[in-house]
Nanobody, 113 residues
Framework: QVQLVESGGGLVQAGGSLRLSCVAS????????MGWYRQAPGKQRALVAVISSVGITNYGASVTGRVAITRDRNTVYLQMNSLKPEDTAVYYCDARRDFQDYWGQGTQVTVSS
């Protein structure tokens, strides 16, 4: 089992920045990809960014150029800049191990206009 704990969400004005963190614990030795997804009210969960165990990254189209994902062993970070009201959502950390996804409890990000 893998446990994920996110932190760093909050309320920010449009144009501001936030940094999310996610720490993985438990059976972390075979974690491959780690990433961030978000879900706004009434919408499906969508990819924000993902990073592989060797540092290959992939970003969702709506955030490309505004966010950066980094990883340090069992911790993954999401630096978000130039935030927009449409970035408001619950952000979930994901870790993939042995083709199984593990999810955090989510952290709320609210961007005011």
């Amino acid at each position: 089992q893998v446990q994920l704990v996110e932190s760093g969400g909050g309320l920010v004005q449009a144009g501001g920045s936030l940094r999310l963190s996610c720490v993985a614990s438990g059976s972390i030795f075979r974690i491959n990809d780690m990433g961030w997804y978000r879900q706004a009210p009434g919408k499906q969960r969508a990819l924000v960014a993902v990073i592989s165990s060797v540092g290959i990254t992939n970003y969702g189209a709506s955030v490309t150029g505004r966010v950066a994902i980094t990883r340090d062993r069992n911790t993954v970070y999401l630096q978000m800049n130039s935030l927009k009201p449409e970035d408001t959502a619950v952000y979930y950390c994901d870790a993939r191990r042995d083709f199984q996804d593990y999810w955090g409890q989510g952290t709320q990000v609210t961007v005011s206009s």
